[in-house]
Structures are given as C-alpha cells and as structure tokens.
C-alpha cells in the first residue's frame, strides 16, 4: 500500500515511511505503471484505457489499482509524466548557464516528443484543464519539483551575470515547457534535438543583462 499525500494515493512507498513493510506493493505499482505505459502506446492512448485493460495487462487486481488511483486519468498521468521524472536529467551546476537550460529543457523534450508519453499527454491535457484535482497533482508532482530545479539555474545564471537580476523563474518555466506543449497540442511541428538550444538561446536573449541607457546630453538653453 502507498501512503497518500493530502488526497494523492500513489506519492509515497510504505517501505519509504515503515522500513518493515513488504516492498510487494512497490513491484506492483511498478507493474501495473509497466503495463499502462504498453496501453498507452497502443492504438487509442489514453482515452481508450481502461482499469480493467489494466489490471489484465498487469495481473494486479482492480481494487489494488483503485486503492492507488482515482481514476484512469490519475493512473495515466503517473504513468506517462510523474514517474517518468526520475529519468529526467538534472541541470546541476556545470558552471554555464546556457548547458544547465539545455539540461533542464531537453529532458521534457525527449519525454514528451516520444511514444506514449507525448500522445498521452496530448489526452490528459484537457483532463488537467477542467478536473481541479489532476490539476493539483499535476501542479504539485510535475510543475514544482521542475520548478524549483530552475529556480536554482536561474539563480546561478543571476550570479554569473547571465540572465538579468529581476529575471522571473516562473516565467523562464513557462516560456520554456509552454513552447514544447504548443508543439505538441497545436502547432505539429517535430519535437527535435534542435528545438531544445533554440528555445534557451531565446531566453538567454529576453533575459539578458541589458545595459544601462546613458544619460542624454543637456541642451543648452536658448541665450
């Protein structure tokens, strides 16, 4: 069984806070997010997911998947994005800013520019839109934690002189993963390797230092 944070059931492995527990239930989450991941990738993605398609694929029961999940939608989304994030590589400091943007960018661009993890967030994007609590999982699994990840590359950035002193983490986030989202939900162009140092070299950019504008000359008053 997970411990659940506030009303989220899949956050925390029993064995994490109890060190006797049986890590069964840790292969078995791991099964049954495996075998959402195959549904995933197969003809339909999410919207024709089922908890009993599931439970089979996995050969774990039905009510052990509800005891974790809400819903498909819930299950889907730790399957193709909150799990997925230990895979993601972490822009630690390398002494360059543009490389630890590059990190931090690319690894959402791998993600989501692959099968089933692009496709079934292109299903769940509207579910996240309009059901208040996948929006808050999702806030709190995904945007934060890669939040504060840029947080602390905007911070190195500030002291090297890279990025301007008022620059908004938030913002950099946003510009950064909302270009990747448009790709994937409207405009349809590929997400590629090349898209990752265009979209950090735009931000070092926007955000750059700017010198301060020199003082104009006085003019003389009329004799």
């Given amino acids: 069984m997970l411990t659940r944070n506030a009303t989220l059931?899949?956050?925390i492995p029993d064995y994490v806070t109890n060190p006797k527990s049986d890590r069964r239930s840790e292969r078995s989450k791991q099964?049954?997010?495996d075998a959402t991941r195959e549904l995933l990738a197969e003809e339909g993605g999410v919207r024709s997911l089922t908890i009993?398609?599931?439970a089979a694929r996995s050969g774990v029961?039905?009510?052990t998947i509800y005891r974790r999940w809400r819903d498909k939608w819930e299950l889907a989304l730790d399957a193709a994005m909150i799990d997925m994030l230990t895979t993601f590589d972490d822009p630690i400091d390398v002494g360059e800013t543009r490389e630890e943007l590059i990190t931090f960018v690319n690894s959402a661009i791998r993600t989501l520019g692959s099968t089933p993890y692009?496709?079934?967030m292109q299903g769940l994007a509207s579910?996240?839109?309009?059901?208040?609590?996948?929006a808050r999982v999702y806030q709190e699994?995904?945007?934060d934690p890669r939040r504060r990840q840029i947080e602390a590359v905007v911070e190195r950035g500030i002291e090297r002189g890279d990025l301007g002193p008022d620059t908004d983490p938030r913002l950099v986030q946003e510009l950064l993963i909302g270009a990747i989202y448009y790709r994937l939900l409207f405009s349809g162009p590929p997400l590629d390797r090349k898209l990752g140092p265009r979209l950090v070299d735009?931000?070092?950019?926007?955000?750059?230092v700017r010198p301060a504008p020199s003082a104009r000359p006085r003019a003389n008053p009329p004799s």
């Fill in 127 to 134: 579910e996240v839109a309009t059901d208040p609590e996948l």
């Fill in 118 to 120: 692009g496709p079934a």
């Fill in 141 to 143: 699994y995904v945007v």
């Fill in 31 to 33: 099964a049954i997010l």
């Fill in 202 to 208: 735009a931000i070092l950019d926007g955000f750059r």
């Fill in 52 to 54: 009993e398609a599931v």
């Fill in 61 to 63: 029961a039905k009510t």
């Fill in 9 to 11: 059931r899949f956050a």
